[in-house]
């Protein structure tokens, strides 16, 4: 008789990144965590009973494109990919205070003044305080829906017909049938899972909001961004009244827009006109300092890049960056001295993008070699120049994207030249008072701007 071709098997799956193991083990050999592995039970041979599906060709399945419900907030809907979709789950990461709770509110106010139900329901704040935030920012909730609890099933059944759905937060609901505290591995799962499966059912656009932790993820298990479709973090320094919103994931568009407000007394406002946000649109020569034109997603940004360099006392010199990897600090510098001779070896060096600007654009390598080599020389580059180009080992400057959109920022913010790689293909006599100074090599952009 065959043996145990009915029996259930036993294996073990964790409840942080959902890795199978068939032997309980105390840490997860997938993610490495400890004391995330739980029972669960399969039906052995269950693969024997599964009728099979017919697969078909991409091609034959029939798209119907996805209606996008606007926010209200434009720098959110840039963020979203044109706004909220039916039955889209987001969740919203971010440190405590930063504004997540505002940023929500605002946006329920204006779907629910379009006509739309909304309903904002919070398992962290009471009723009470809420209704004084928006009071006190001015935000008009007259006709958004508010629910103060922490039960689960309570929570879903209150949210079922409604339009537009926030859950403050992710870590605040329990579920009385399941163990572990409010905010566990099990109970965010849960909470996540049961609020997506509404979401999907009803066609109900819903956003999470979701802690974040002092490494800056987003708390709880790893499985909870693999069940939401978009991924969205606000961050912002704690001195500063900028915010920025960044998608860490979207199903359903570009993850490199980058929406940027500022915190005030009447809520969350959108910055008009980002640039001026990070350079400070003095046009002065100073030795060490280079405006660049980087892009954030579809935006071009004028970044101002500072560089100071002085001797060093000690055998191995510092490289301090901020805004930029300090990676790439010291590969340009060992462009500037294996290809144009200038020696940085017994300096400090030191690399600020001013704002907190934080680049990943390769086009911004020009400006930040040319910050270098001017404080490097000790000689200032021209107020009124500013500079797009990636830079190769060799020393070449190469082409950057969309490099007809960052020369029409720089001649709308003012700015009289432009140093652009030579193999740009722009038709120089375009713009009349902006003159396109084109050169092939780091070595000849010197040459040129600091004879
Ligand atoms: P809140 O939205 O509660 O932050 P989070 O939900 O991320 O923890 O905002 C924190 C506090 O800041 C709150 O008391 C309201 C205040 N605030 C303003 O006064 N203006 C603003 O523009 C924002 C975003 C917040
Ligand atoms: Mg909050």
């Given at each position: 008789m065959p043996r145990a071709a009915k029996k259930n098997t036993i294996r073990y799956r964790c409840s942080e990144c959902g890795y199978v193991s068939m032997s309980m083990v105390g840490?997860?050999?997938?993610?490495?965590?400890?004391?995330?592995m739980s029972e669960e039970e399969t039906a052995a041979g269950g693969a024997a009973r599964v009728s099979s599906a017919a697969a078909s060709p991409i091609s034959s399945v029939s798209v119907v494109p996805e209606e996008r419900i606007p926010s209200g907030i434009d720098e959110l809907d840039r963020v979203l990919g044109g706004g909220w979709i039916r039955g889209g789950v987001v969740l919203l990461g971010g440190e405590p205070g930063v504004g997540k709770s505002t940023l929500l509110l605002q946006a329920c106010a204006s779907m629910a003044s379009a006509g739309r139900r909304v309903l904002y329901i919070s398992g962290e704040e009471s009723a009470g305080q809420l209704a004084l935030r928006a009071r006190r920012l001015g935000i008009?909730?007259?006709n958004v829906d508010l629910l103060c609890e922490t039960d689960l099933p309570v929570m879903l059944a209150a949210a079922s017909g409604y339009e537009f759905l926030v859950i403050d937060s992710v870590q605040s609901f329990r579920l009385d049938d399941e163990s572990g505290w409010a905010g566990s591995a099990s109970q965010v799962r849960n909470v996540a899972s049961m609020s997506a499966e509404l979401s999907k059912r009803e066609g109900i656009p819903t956003v999470m909001v979701g802690h974040i932790t002092k490494q800056g993820q987003i708390a709880g298990p790893k499985i909870l961004e693999h069940m939401v479709d978009v991924v969205l973090l606000f961050s912002g320094e704690r001195s500063s009244s900028h915010r920025l919103l960044r998608a860490e994931k979207n199903r359903y568009g570009a993850t490199d827009e980058l929406g940027i407000f500022e915190m005030s007394e009447r809520g969350l406002v959108p910055v008009?006109?980002?640039?001026r946000l990070y350079w400070n649109a003095s046009f002065q020569a100073i030795a060490g300092v280079a405006i660049g034109i980087s892009m954030e997603g579809s935006r071009p940004l004028a970044a101002e890049i500072q560089a100071l360099s002085c001797a060093t006392p000690f055998p191995y010199p510092k490289r301090t960056a901020r805004g930029i990897e300090v990676n790439r600090l010291q590969l340009l510098l060992a462009v500037l001295e294996r290809?144009?001779?200038?020696?940085?070896?017994s300096c400090d060096v030191y690399v600020n993008v001013a704002g907190g600007l934080s680049l990943q654009d390769p086009a911004a390598d020009l400006s930040i070699c040319a910050a270098l080599a001017s404080s490097l020389k000790d000689t200032p580059l021209a107020g009124d120049t500013c500079f797009i180009g990636e830079i190769g080992l060799a020393g070449e400057v190469r082409p950057a994207s969309r490099t007809h959109l960052r020369l029409r920022e720089a001649s709308r913010l003012g700015f009289r030249n432009a140093v652009v790689s030579?193999?740009?293909?722009?038709?120089?006599?375009?713009?009349?008072d902006f003159s396109i100074i084109k050169v092939s090599s780091i070595f000849q952009m010197l040459e040129r701007l600091m004879k």
């Amino acid at each position: 008789m065959p043996r145990a071709a009915k029996k259930n098997t036993i294996r073990y799956r964790c409840s942080e990144c959902g890795y199978v193991s068939m032997s309980m083990v105390g840490r997860c050999p997938g993610c490495g965590s400890w004391g995330t592995m739980s029972e669960e039970e399969t039906a052995a041979g269950g693969a024997a009973r599964v009728s099979s599906a017919a697969a078909s060709p991409i091609s034959s399945v029939s798209v119907v494109p996805e209606e996008r419900i606007p926010s209200g907030i434009d720098e959110l809907d840039r963020v979203l990919g044109g706004g909220w979709i039916r039955g889209g789950v987001v969740l919203l990461g971010g440190e405590p205070g930063v504004g997540k709770s505002t940023l929500l509110l605002q946006a329920c106010a204006s779907m629910a003044s379009a006509g739309r139900r909304v309903l904002y329901i919070s398992g962290e704040e009471s009723a009470g305080q809420l209704a004084l935030r928006a009071r006190r920012l001015g935000i008009p909730t007259d006709n958004v829906d508010l629910l103060c609890e922490t039960d689960l099933p309570v929570m879903l059944a209150a949210a079922s017909g409604y339009e537009f759905l926030v859950i403050d937060s992710v870590q605040s609901f329990r579920l009385d049938d399941e163990s572990g505290w409010a905010g566990s591995a099990s109970q965010v799962r849960n909470v996540a899972s049961m609020s997506a499966e509404l979401s999907k059912r009803e066609g109900i656009p819903t956003v999470m909001v979701g802690h974040i932790t002092k490494q800056g993820q987003i708390a709880g298990p790893k499985i909870l961004e693999h069940m939401v479709d978009v991924v969205l973090l606000f961050s912002g320094e704690r001195s500063s009244s900028h915010r920025l919103l960044r998608a860490e994931k979207n199903r359903y568009g570009a993850t490199d827009e980058l929406g940027i407000f500022e915190m005030s007394e009447r809520g969350l406002v959108p910055v008009v006109d980002p640039s001026r946000l990070y350079w400070n649109a003095s046009f002065q020569a100073i030795a060490g300092v280079a405006i660049g034109i980087s892009m954030e997603g579809s935006r071009p940004l004028a970044a101002e890049i500072q560089a100071l360099s002085c001797a060093t006392p000690f055998p191995y010199p510092k490289r301090t960056a901020r805004g930029i990897e300090v990676n790439r600090l010291q590969l340009l510098l060992a462009v500037l001295e294996r290809r144009c001779g200038i020696f940085s070896r017994s300096c400090d060096v030191y690399v600020n993008v001013a704002g907190g600007l934080s680049l990943q654009d390769p086009a911004a390598d020009l400006s930040i070699c040319a910050a270098l080599a001017s404080s490097l020389k000790d000689t200032p580059l021209a107020g009124d120049t500013c500079f797009i180009g990636e830079i190769g080992l060799a020393g070449e400057v190469r082409p950057a994207s969309r490099t007809h959109l960052r020369l029409r920022e720089a001649s709308r913010l003012g700015f009289r030249n432009a140093v652009v790689s030579g193999r740009e293909a722009i038709d120089a006599k375009s713009s009349r008072d902006f003159s396109i100074i084109k050169v092939s090599s780091i070595f000849q952009m010197l040459e040129r701007l600091m004879k």
